[in-house]
């Protein structure tokens, strides 16, 4: 390819709109345009970075046993209305109907679809273990689409599924897919961490988020570095704090005007903030009121949350109403008086506390002498894991102090069990002629994520700094002046020597100053410079130079594919 010819219109400002510094670079690079909200076409060189991730891709899933498919994006509403999601699934679902008025989605994955495919093709176990994945267009009507390719509202996926006559063919269809994923990232040249992480919407078991290592990301991780324990701070399993053993108060009324924050309550009384009681009040997506308790320094794990009540699938901040409806007073708040048939979820560190302050259900007065499992009741209320892991709680492994990172969730894998079989009738004859639903699992990798991810970990200040096995192009060979005909042959002539070697190289051929083309090479990224000036013509010796490091060397022109060759494989 001859960047003379190339479709690769860089900036040199950046856009208002990108906030980070994939998206920055992205629009710089000219490697993507934005179509609408949340939506963006890849330009030649994005392209053939999503071409080179796909194929390392295709490679590790077939040699894990997966076969490649192409399904439909148009998804009828029947399939989803098998499993229960079709209402469920919520906003994010874009929902349009045919001219026959027959309802339809545009996928925003396909449990569904697959379910439905093999149902109706697999009936023995002789036919399992198998294993089908594609690489497609998913839609998700972000409600805030942002980030560029980290939160759009259209991205390339690939999505796997296993299928298994039991829970230990499940659980080793699990694993190759987790060893598969390991060898993906690690192809792509990226840092990342396996997390254990919850399974959201799609339901199932086990799971693990692939996450990138990158400041800006995300998602919150919590890391031991004493054991390989590592987890999404949402799936963080946090064991109760004892309290300080001590004698039981007496519970009494105290007055504190204006004291409707944990701060103003620690200063008012002057009590330590993990003496105090912190209340967080919800509604549910079916309008259900959801009160939920924390030690004062704690912070509500939603998701944990979501768990701990059944058939809860969307969390909303409550409004006032609804919390005096229940006896409730926004900034005075505690289990203490609220009417039975209310949600009240505490968290088991709460339920070990003594003396503690809490809200009195009514406008500036709270409690004192406060100690939960005495006076909390016992009707209704769910005491359990909500709390929000942090810096220093100990590993749930091995008790040492967690450090928390941040990362971006790249590819996940899921064991799904029975979920979607068993609502959707999807069952086969075992060796004994009985009928039994699949075991399931499902993998995906966010392809333009990847992509985003790769840039957000390897940049600096002057541009993309690419990974080899997922650099656009490897090499480029830049013509310092191109119009002057000696330098333009030489370099012809070496661009071809790369060609026939089969290295994937692009020629910058452009009649631009020397320098503006240096700047568009650190720009992109490409990971080896060769340049070709007045030197390279009189004396034979070109210029190698490594974007990762810096380093430049010179070396004979019958010496430089072979060091062009060394230093790729350092890459």
Not at 360 to 370: L, Q
Not at 478 to 491: F, T, W
């Amino acid at each position: 390819m001859r960047a003379s010819k190339l479709y690769a219109p860089t900036l040199r400002n950046t856009p208002a709109e990108a906030e980070i510094v994939s998206h920055r670079l992205m629009y710089r690079a000219g490697l993507i345009r934005k179509s609408a909200g949340g939506m963006y076409t890849f330009l030649p060189l994005a392209w053939r970075t999503i071409r080179k991730i796909e194929r390392i891709i295709r490679e590790e899933m077939d040699a894990a046993g997966g076969q490649e498919i192409m399904m439909p994006v148009l998804q009828p509403a029947e399939f989803w209305q098998e499993s229960g999601r079709w209402s469920a699934y919520g906003a994010e679902m874009m929902r349009l109907k045919d001219r026959h008025g027959r309802d339809f989605c545009l996928g925003p994955t396909h449990e569904e679809m697959m379910t439905a495919l093999v149902r109706d093709e697999v009936r023995s176990y002789k036919q399992l273990p198998l294993m089908l994945y594609q690489i497609q267009d998913k839609f998700r009507d972000e409600r805030r689409p942002r980030f560029g390719l980290m939160r759009s509202r259209e991205f390339i996926m690939k999505d796997l599924y296993s299928f298994d006559k039991d829970e230990a063919g499940m659980n080793a269809s699990y694993q190759k897919m987790y060893d598969a994923y390991t060898n993906v990232f690690t192809r792509c040249g990226l840092a990342f961490r396996p997390v254990e992480a919850d399974n959201g919407a799609i339901g199932g078991g086990h799971s693990h988020e692939f996450t990138v290592l990158a400041a800006s990301g995300e998602s919150n991780i919590a890391v031991c570095t004493k054991c390989d324990y590592a987890a999404s701070d949402e799936k963080t399993a946090l064991a109760p704090i004892e309290a300080v053993d001590e004698p039981l108060e007496e519970r009494r009324k105290v007055r504190t005007p204006g004291a409707s924050t944990i701060e103003a309550v620690r200063d008012f009384l002057n009590v330590p903030v993990e003496k105090t009681i912190k209340a967080v009040a919800y509604q549910t997506d079916a309008d259900e009121l959801v009160l939920t308790f924390v030690r004062g320094d704690h912070e509500v794990n939603e998701v944990k949350v979501l768990h701990a009540i059944d058939g809860a699938l969307e969390l909303r901040m409550a409004d006032e109403k609804a919390i005096r409806a229940a006896g409730g007073c926004p900034g005075f708040m505690s289990p203490i008086g609220i009417k039975a048939g209310t949600h009240i979820v505490v968290d088991s560190t709460v339920m070990k506390m003594k003396n503690a302050v809490a809200g009195a259900n009514e406008a500036d007065v709270h409690f004192m002498g406060v100690t939960p499992a005495r006076d909390f009741q016992d009707e209704g209320l769910i005491a359990c894991d909500i709390r929000l892991v942090r810096e220093g709680d100990p590993c749930p492994h091995c008790g040492q102090p967690l450090t928390m990172t941040h990362g971006i969730e790249a590819g996940q894998v899921f064991t799904l069990g029975t979920k979607y079989s068993e609502a959707m009738g999807a069952t086969f004859l075992d060796e004994n002629g009985k009928e039994k639903p699949l075991l399931m699992g499902c993998y995906g990798i966010g392809v333009g994520r990847t992509m985003a991810a790769a840039i957000e970990q390897n940049s600096d200040e002057r541009g993309i700094v690419w990974p080899r096995a997922i650099a656009p192009f490897e090499i480029v060979i830049v013509v310092v002046n191109a119009k002057k005909e000696d330098q333009l042959a030489y370099a012809e002539d070496i661009y071809a020597e790369c060609k026939e070697a089969g290295m994937d190289v692009l020629l910058d051929d452009r009649r631009e100053r020397a320098g503006v083309k240096f700047n568009d090479c650190d720009l992109i990224g490409y990971p080896v410079r060769v340049t070709v000036g007045p030197k390279a013509v009189e004396s034979g010796m070109i210029e190698i130079k490594v974007r990762r490091t810096g380093e430049i060397f010179e070396v004979p022109r019958e010496e430089y594919r072979q060091k062009v060759q060394e230093l790729l494989q350092t890459l």
